[in-house]
């Protein structure tokens, strides 16, 4: 087995609830450390929201999603039919708790507290991750060249000056580019942006279903166990976790990773904790064979979306969609990716046949603060929670499991975990 061992009194049998990008990576570092290994998910590895994101590891993703500012430009988005969020209102009685802590989290202190504990998961992210994908074989999957953000005036640069003094403050630098200079860097770019910013740092995945895979791939080889099956539950004997009770069936363990995205929150109630959890639907379109593509993913920073050139053609992901798990796609959000990515290629055509475009639409399990739910669960410290990563679930997910592999061992964290307390909720 790749890595490290432990003694049998420390080895444990250990169960990774979900095969999300982050499960997976969690998985990969228990198993390095001599435990042995479950990694449970009803569906193959990487098939939730690790399947369709834009791909982006970011280290410069510590600005939260509610910013001081962000609620007065609410009913603007609600109402431009190219707008990066919608809300169904029929969910609006459902979902306004979330939204009054989501408002509450924007304040100015707040959001630089969370950026700071945000940059611990995401500072060195592609480096944690770089053991698992070379032992896996799959370099020419990551990529780092870097993260454009692009602007249509100095106006809205200026409106993001907090965003920039976070990452600023988080040890986040950046090379800004003029409108003549962005002509340069990518002349398939509209003319109508005039200002740059680049962050070297950033990288990205060309494939990110295909990396997934490959991870769990290498997992399996090396000793690690994946069940195609539906974890429902935990059995407890007092406050240690005996087994995982599965729809077919049940598991024995001695510890547990809940690392179910959005699916984890009746798994966490179960165990005493009620954490505001909620979808935040993301969609994508994906055209191949593009005419143009950017040489980096290229994010528009009043769009709210990225284009990121990938293996199988041209990914435009972002936009919200707040309408719960059950209601049903509403695939124009998709296409009107499309429209935003013409006017950012204006080379790119009006419309495609059916057959190069393919669109997809997941759940972002998102906490109102932006901060995962990283740590033991009220019940039972046997049981660790690494959920809720919002936006960022594949630029955390390294140090994400790297931190709960070191939990689980009884290790000293390299990160501290206070701030993503699950129980911070009440």
């Known amino acids: 087995m790749v890595g490290g061992s432990v003694s049998n009194n420390a080895r444990k049998t250990v169960v990774v609830i979900g095969a999300g990008m982050v499960g997976v990576t969690t998985a990969s570092f228990l198993l390095r450390k001599g435990h042995d290994v479950a990694l449970l998910d009803p569906n193959a590895p990487g098939e939730g929201a690790s399947f369709g994101n834009a791909g982006c590891f970011n280290g410069s993703s510590v600005v939260p999603m509610s910013m001081p500012g962000t609620i007065a430009n609410v009913p603007g988005w609600l109402t431009d039919p190219l707008g990066p969020l919608v809300i169904r209102w029929s969910y609006l009685p459902t979902l306004v708790p979330w939204l009054v802590r989501f408002i509450a989290a924007g304040s100015e202190a707040k959001v630089t507290r969370q950026a700071r504990a945000l940059r611990t998961l995401l500072s060195q992210g592609v480096e944690t991750l770089a053991p698992l994908v070379r032992d896996a074989g799959a370099q020419e999957l990551v990529q780092r060249q870097g993260h454009l953000f692009v602007y249509r005036s100095l106006g809205s640069w200026e409106k993001e000056r907090l965003a920039w003094r976070l990452r600023r403050e988080n040890g986040v630098s950046w090379d800004e580019f003029s409108q003549e200079e962005l002509r340069q860097l990518d002349p398939n770019l509209s003319h109508d942006y005039v200002k740059g910013v680049i962050v070297r740092e950033n990288g990205h995945t060309t494939n990110p279903h295909r990396l997934v895979t490959a991870l769990a791939q290498a997992f399996q080889r090396d000793g690690g166990r994946i069940e195609r099956r539906r974890a429902i539950g935990f059995e407890l004997a007092g406050d240690r976790l005996t087994r995982i009770r599965c729809v077919d069936g049940s598991l024995a363990a001695d510890a547990a990773v809940l690392a179910a995205g959005i699916w984890s929150k009746p798994l966490a109630a179960e165990l005493g904790d009620r954490v505001p959890l909620e979808t935040e639907r993301g969609y994508h379109l994906m055209i191949r064979d593009p005419e143009v593509a950017p040489r980096v993913p290229t994010a528009d920073a009043e769009g709210k979306f990225v284009a990121t050139p990938m293996e199988r053609g041209l990914r435009l992901a972002g936009t919200v969609e707040l309408a719960g798990l059950e209601a049903p796609p509403r695939w124009q959000r998709a296409h009107v990716l499309l429209e935003h990515a013409r006017r950012m290629f204006p080379r790119l055509r009006d419309a495609y046949p059916q ?48 931190t709960v592999a070191e939990l689980i061992s009884g290790e000293t964290t390299d990160v501290d975990i206070a701030p993503f307390s699950p129980q911070r909720f009440r």
């Open 355 to 402: 057959e190069r475009i393919t669109t997809w639409m997941g759940h972002r399990p998102s906490l109102p603060d932006s901060l995962p739910a990283i740590g033991a669960s009220r019940r039972s410290r046997d049981v660790v929670y690494a959920f809720g990563h919002g936006h960022v679930g594949m630029a955390c997910a390294a140090k994400t499991g790297k």
